[in-house]
């Protein structure tokens, strides 16, 4: 029996509900952490460097392992669904883990300098738990539930629009409710980011529940008892398909891009521009008009090419072309202008993320004969920790090698060109190399991805 499921567009948005929900607490923890020990408590940056690093090391072994469990059958994913149980566990104490980042100990940062690290450490490792089970169920049910090429593509509007409002919110919600220097005012600002957490997870419950023709297909699978491989054994498999290799390598270098230039607004505001906190949600405000009247574009454009794989590669080397005049800029309204051109193009690689990933789920079905999406997008949040990772490296050894000084109200010259360099320059050089690489390596063309959706309904999958 052939089950084509088509949603409501009521649906679709709840759905996006949840893509916000990730995007606004993910957005502001990767914009205010560095920068919080850093600036505000006075850490030293190696500290900082070594406990983040420590907690992308977890990311990077904890993504691959959640997906890999979750996609295993329990009596209560039988009787709710194999997603939707996990995305609220996951979902709904994220926000709580976030405010725990800002309310460490209250030592000094020299002397108590172990204590804060560990603190660090505790948190985000926390922090980043409840992420792997949400978001990693959140993104395993898109291809899972939505099947056609036309319905993925028509939730990615809503994803466009809610996750770039989760976007854009993340970064500009925060800054207004704390100041500099004030350490309780980045308690409160925990508080609302929490509040707000939870309001849009309780709008993406009906989007994320699984209906009935989906769970149907769920125990029709495991009543095959069809044989599950290794944790080992689907790494390997999934590094044999060369769809997925050029995707995650170009997606650990989106993130990247996107967390240096993230984390790097703070810096800009306060030591480039020597703005209040507030200068902050007006970049984003930019980005964010950028973003969402790039939408009704890219979705034309993408439904006139018909080619996924091709518009991902157009956006991303447009995000790398557009970034460079922000390795010079020191100009508020240049800056602005500069964010909101940028935002264009990376309303259109963020329109791909979804479907260009589906169609490598789709292929890796169709070559393996059975749907493992959690263990491929936990191994997908790995890349993205590796993109964590190499900007958290990046920050550390610039600050270092640049002469930042923790805690101070000003920067030497060294350091703010130091802020230059992670807000741009670094970030064009990664994208431009993980455009190369996926322009040479991926091979999902429309026709293959035609067949394989073909395929998968003849399997009954």
């Given at each position: 029996?052939?089950?084509?499921?088509f949603h409501?567009?009521k649906?679709?948005?709840?759905?996006?509900?949840?893509?916000?929900?990730?995007?606004?607490?993910?957005?502001?923890?990767?914009?205010?952490?560095?920068?919080?020990?850093?600036?505000?408590?006075?850490?030293?940056?190696?500290?900082i460097?070594?406990a983040l690093v420590?907690f992308?090391?977890?990311?990077?072994?904890?993504?691959?392992?959640?997906?890999?469990?979750t996609?295993?059958?329990?009596?209560?994913?039988?009787?709710w669904g194999?997603?939707f149980?996990?995305?609220?566990?996951?979902g709904?104490?994220?926000g709580?883990?976030?405010l725990?980042?800002?309310?460490?100990?209250?030592?000094?940062?020299?002397?108590?300098?172990?204590?804060?690290?560990?603190w660090l450490?505790?948190?985000?490792?926390?922090f980043?738990t409840?992420?792997?089970i949400f978001?990693v169920?959140?993104?395993?049910?898109?291809?899972d539930?939505f099947?056609?090429i036309q319905?993925?593509?028509?939730v990615?509007?809503?994803?466009?629009?809610?996750?770039?409002l989760?976007?854009?919110?993340?970064a500009?919600?925060?800054?207004?409710?704390?100041?500099?220097?004030d350490?309780?005012?980045?308690?409160?600002?925990?508080?609302?980011v929490?509040?707000?957490g939870?309001?849009t997870m309780?709008?993406?419950?009906p989007?994320v529940?699984?209906?009935?023709e989906t769970i149907e297909?769920?125990?029709?699978?495991v009543?095959?008892?069809?044989?599950?491989?290794?944790?080992?054994?689907?790494?390997?498999?999934?590094?044999?398909?060369?769809?997925f290799?050029?995707?995650?390598?170009?997606y650990?270098?989106?993130?990247?891009?996107?967390?240096?230039?993230?984390?790097s607004?703070p810096?800009?505001?306060?030591?480039?521009?020597n703005?209040?906190?507030?200068?902050?949600?007006?970049?984003?405000a930019?980005?964010l008009?950028?973003?969402?009247a790039?939408v009704?574009?890219w979705?034309k454009?993408?439904q006139k090419?018909?080619?996924?794989?091709?518009i991902?590669?157009?956006?991303?080397?447009?995000m790398?072309?557009?970034?460079?005049?922000?390795?010079?800029?020191e100009?508020f309204i240049?800056?602005?202008?500069?964010?909101?051109?940028?935002?264009?193009a990376q309303?259109?690689?963020?329109a791909m993320i979804?479907?260009?990933f589906?169609?490598?789920?789709?292929?890796?079905?169709?070559?393996?004969?059975?749907?493992?999406?959690g263990?491929?997008?936990?191994?997908?949040?790995?890349f993205g920790?590796?993109?964590?990772?190499i900007?958290?490296?990046?920050?550390?050894?610039?600050?270092?090698l640049t002469?930042f000084?923790e805690?101070?109200?000003?920067?030497?010259?060294?350091a703010?060109?130091?802020?230059?360099?992670?807000l741009?320059l670094v970030?064009?050089?990664c994208m431009?190399v993980?455009?190369l690489?996926?322009?040479?390596?991926y091979?999902l063309?429309?026709?293959?991805?035609?067949?394989?959706q073909?395929?998968i309904k003849?399997?009954k999958l």
């Amino acid at each position: 029996m052939e089950v084509e499921s088509f949603h409501s567009k009521k649906n679709m948005a709840s759905y996006g509900f949840g893509i916000m929900s990730r995007e606004f607490v993910q957005i502001a923890f990767n914009v205010l952490v560095f920068f919080y020990y850093e600036v505000e408590l006075g850490l030293n940056v190696l500290y900082i460097g070594l406990a983040l690093v420590i907690f992308a090391i977890y990311n990077a072994i904890n993504d691959p392992l959640v997906g890999y469990l979750t996609d295993r059958p329990f009596k209560f994913t039988k009787k709710w669904g194999r997603r939707f149980p996990w995305i609220l566990i996951g979902g709904i104490p994220l926000g709580f883990c976030y405010l725990l980042v800002f309310t460490p100990p209250r030592v000094d940062a020299k002397s108590g300098a172990w204590i804060l690290f560990g603190w660090l450490v505790f948190t985000t490792c926390l922090f980043d738990t409840f992420h792997s089970i949400f978001f990693v169920n959140l993104q395993s049910l898109y291809p899972d539930k939505f099947r056609s090429i036309q319905e993925r593509r028509k939730v990615v509007i809503f994803q466009i629009i809610l996750g770039a409002l989760g976007v854009a919110f993340g970064a500009m919600i925060p800054p207004l409710f704390y100041n500099f220097g004030d350490l309780n005012s980045y308690i409160f600002q925990g508080f609302i980011v929490l509040v707000i957490g939870i309001v849009t997870m309780l709008l993406a419950i009906p989007g994320v529940r699984e209906d009935k023709e989906t769970i149907e297909l769920y125990l029709s699978s495991v009543k095959k008892d069809i044989k599950r491989d290794s944790f080992l054994k689907s790494m390997k498999v999934a590094f044999k398909q060369r769809s997925f290799v050029a995707y995650m390598l170009l997606y650990a270098m989106y993130w990247v891009m996107i967390n240096s230039m993230e984390a790097s607004i703070p810096y800009v505001v306060r030591f480039i521009l020597n703005m209040p906190a507030s200068a902050t949600t007006l970049i984003m405000a930019c980005f964010l008009l950028g973003a969402l009247a790039s939408v009704p574009f890219w979705y034309k454009i993408a439904q006139k090419v018909n080619d996924n794989g091709k518009i991902m590669l157009i956006a991303s080397i447009l995000m790398a072309v557009l970034v460079t005049p922000m390795i010079f800029l020191e100009s508020f309204i240049l800056i602005l202008i500069s964010v909101f051109v940028w935002g264009v193009a990376q309303g259109g690689f963020w329109a791909m993320i979804f479907p260009v990933f589906s169609d490598v789920i789709d292929e890796s079905v169709v070559k393996n004969e059975k749907r493992e999406e959690g263990t491929y997008i936990g191994i997908q949040q790995f890349f993205g920790r590796i993109g964590l990772a190499i900007q958290i490296v990046i920050f550390t050894v610039v600050h270092s090698l640049t002469g930042f000084v923790e805690g101070s109200e000003t920067q030497p010259a060294q350091a703010i060109w130091g802020i230059h360099l992670h807000l741009a320059l670094v970030p064009m050089i990664c994208m431009l190399v993980g455009a190369l690489i996926f322009w040479r390596v991926y091979d999902l063309k429309p026709e293959k991805v035609s067949a394989n959706q073909q395929r998968i309904k003849e399997l009954k999958l």
